[in-house]
């Protein structure tokens, strides 16, 4: 089993950015799809964002997209999260997961495709 950490949230106006990283311990980081999830106060977990193990694929949700960006850096076994042009409707606790298979399941917004799960980071985006 992997160790999934974030960091890098906190609080920003609108408008603003902010760089989420999510370090994974073991090594087989490289091997397995990552991704970003999302869940706010009331509201369902949100599927944000996937990158594949290259990090050459990537797919973001429609609310996200042309804002967020996806990266990976295998040899630091830490995946990002750049958010840009931020919104009061982004504030949420950010959680990273891997997914459950060595490929990039098309069921990549679900979240029962990921075993592993962070315990998340807190955005709050003020007006």
């Known amino acids: 089993q992997v160790q999934l950490v974030e960091s890098g949230g906190g609080l920003v106006q609108a408008g603003g950015s902010l760089r989420l990283s999510c370090v994974a311990s073991?090594?087989?980081?490289?091997?397995?799809?990552m991704a970003w999830f999302r869940q706010a106060p009331g509201r369902e977990r949100e599927f944000v964002a996937v990158?594949?193990?290259?990090?050459?694929?990537?797919y973001y949700a429609d609310s996200v997209k042309g804002r967020f960006t996806i990266s990976r850096d295998n040899a630091k076994n830490t995946v990002y999260l750049q958010m840009n042009s931020l919104k009061r409707e982004d504030s949420a606790v950010y959680a990273c997961a891997r997914m459950s298979t060595r490929y990039l399941d098309s069921a990549y917004s679900k979240a029962d495709t990921y075993g592993d799960w962070g315990q998340g980071t807190q955005v709050t985006v003020s007006s």
């Open positions: 990158i594949g193990w290259s990090g050459r694929t990537t």
């Open positions: 073991g090594r087989t980081f490289s091997s397995y799809a």
